[in-house]
Structures are given as C-alpha cells and as structure tokens.
C-alpha cells in the first residue's frame, strides 16, 4: 500500500535521535492503554447509523446542518471535502452564520444534526431553538444531559456519543460517521482507510508519523511553543483544524505543551510570513500542507506563459516550493 503522504523536515534529525526517541516511545507506551481509536469497530453499529439516516435520505436532501464545537464537529469538518451535500457547520450562536443558514436552507432539503457529548455545551444547545422554531427534521447525537432532555421532547431518533476523548473519538463512532454517511460519504472505504493507516503509523516502529513527533518534541526541547500550519488547499483545511486541536488539548496541561495554529495558504504567505522570516527565533515551529492531486481542479488561462495551460493547484504549489 502507497503512504500517500510524503514528509519533510529540516534541518533533518540524526539517525541517532531517531533510535532514542523510538526507545523512549517503547519505554513509555507500556504505561498506557492500547489507544481506544484504533478500534474501528466496537463503536459503531453501521446497520443501526443507516436505518436511522435512511429516514433522512430522499432526493431533496440537499443540507447538512450540523450543531456542534471541537471534537463534536472537528473530525466531520476534516471529511467535509468529501460531501456529496451542502454542510452547514453551526459552532456558536453567531449570528452572521445562523442567518445564512436559515436563508440558504429550508425545513425541505435539510436535516440538523446536534452533537455534544456532556449535553451541557451552552454555545450548542442555545442553537436547537431557532431550528425547531423554523420546522426543522433532527437527528440527534446526544446521551446525556440538557441536550438530551431537549432532543427527546422533539421526539426526534437520537444515536448515542460515547464517553471518550472527543477529539479523538469522531472518526470512530456516531459524531463523525453519521453526520458522513448523511452527507453520501462512503463511510466504508473512510473506516478501511482508517484501519489501514493504523497498521502503519501505530506500530511503534520507524515511520512518517514517530518520526514527525520526535522532530517535533526535539524543537519542544530547544524551547519552540506554537506549531504554525499553512495548508495549501481547501480540502486539508479540516484535517488541519482537528491536527491543531488534538495537539493543543493533549499537550496542553500542567504548565506544558505545544499550541497548534493555522492560516489559509497562501495567503499566510503575505500575512505570517514576514514573522517567520525575520521575527522572534525558536518559537514556531512553520508546517507546510500540500496536496500534489487536488479534486476538483481547473486548468489555468493566462498572458503569462509559465501559468497558461497549468493546473491551478500547480501554480498553489509553487508558491508553497518558494516558501519552503
């Protein structure tokens, strides 16, 4: 099987700090659980998600609106790109984003979808209202507390949320497989795919992935504190969003920890970079996000003869080399 995913860093770590590290990883990992995300199947009753969504799914399902914040929508929104509908992603109250919702959206073509695994996230249950007041069809993600009170006086189906680490727990359970399956995510080949990515970057041995975090906890050592993303394409956006919330809440505790951020590239590129370049040194640690065959893409026509004829994401691309 192709990794897919090609990793570079610099300056290069020696083969020396690799083998430290990785004794260190072995040493360590025996204090912990097996991680609980590698099982793609104990949470998850797929005949049971597509019963309930089937109820859902006709020809005019047009949107999906989903009502959630941090690992209730993080996972989702890195599989967003995927959609085969429109997503509403409704983090907050926020007005600007509720009102477009309800203009763009009627109680025809779409369903809400509320998520929270406590069921006492104000920023989300303060939403579910305004929905129910307009006649909206729910499909809740809920099993306990004020949320769940609220979804089952709607008399609306309602899927369970285990009680995991959210941020880790989307791409395992309900939170992000139903929201997907709705969406007309193949939500087989995502759980394969999955499966197949755990047999490579989890097994304690010298990959992209043990090799990226100890390049990581090295510049962690040395004093760096912020991981700075620029992803080159719309369709990483999500995967980075959930990379820089994973990294920040579980690294983050005790006086310690690296904080993960982002900005659309390349537009970092005029906005960030000034300060990467000729700013505070041994503070952030800048990521580069690239994809080589982007969906969809569109060839370019233009005066200048290096752009004509060239893929638009090529000409992205470019600006991410000269970056590098």
């Known amino acids: 099987m192709s990794l897919g995913i090609k990793c570079e860093y610099y300056p290069r770590i020696t083969r020396e700090i690799l083998e430290n590290g990785l004794k260190l990883v072995k040493k360590n990992k025996e204090k912990w659980d097996e991680p609980f995300f590698k099982d793609t199947k104990t949470y998850l009753n797929l005949e049971q998600i597509k019963q309930v969504s089937n109820q859902f799914i006709n020809d005019n399902l047009k949107n999906i609106i989903v009502l959630g914040t941090g690992g209730s929508i993080q996972t989702f929104l890195a599989l967003e790109h995927l959609s085969q509908k429109k997503i509403y992603p409704i ?8 009102e477009k919702c309800l203009d763009d959206t009627n109680v025809e073509d779409s369903v809400v979808i509320p998520i929270s695994r406590g069921g006492e996230t104000l920023d989300i249950n303060s939403t579910i209202g305004i929905f129910v ?3 909206y069809k729910f499909l809740g993600l809920s099993s306990k507390g004020t949320m769940n009170e609220i979804l089952k006086k709607l008399d609306c189906p309602i899927l369970d949320v285990p009680d995991l680490s959210g941020r880790f727990a989307g791409s395992i359970s309900n939170v992000g497989i139903v929201p997907a399956y709705l969406s007309g995510i193949n939500v087989e080949d995502f759980l ?3 499966e197949q990515g ?4 989890m097994n304690f041995d010298f990959n992209p992935a043990l090799e990226f975090s100890i390049f990581l906890f090295e510049l962690y050592k040395k004093g760096y504190k912020v991981v700075f993303s620029m992803p080159y394409s719309r369709n990483l956006e999500g995967g980075v969003g959930l990379f820089v919330q994973e990294l920040s809440e579980s690294t983050g505790k005790e ?12 537009i970092c590129q005029h906005s960030i970079l000034e300060y990467l370049l000729g700013g505070t040194k041994g503070a952030v640690i800048p990521i580069l996000w690239t994809i080589e065959n982007e969906t969809p893409n569109l060839t370019l026509e233009s005066s200048i003869e290096h752009v004509n004829r060239q893929t638009a994401q090529t000409i992205i691309n470019y600006q991410a080399n000269s970056t590098n």
């Open 91 to 98: 983090t907050s109250s926020r007005a600007v984003e509720l």
């Open 133 to 135: 007041k307009n006649g």
């Open 192 to 194: 394969s795919g999955l």
């Open 198 to 201: 755990y047999k490579i970057f």
């Open 255 to 266: 006086g310690k920890g690296l904080m993960g951020a982002y900005q659309s590239a390349p």
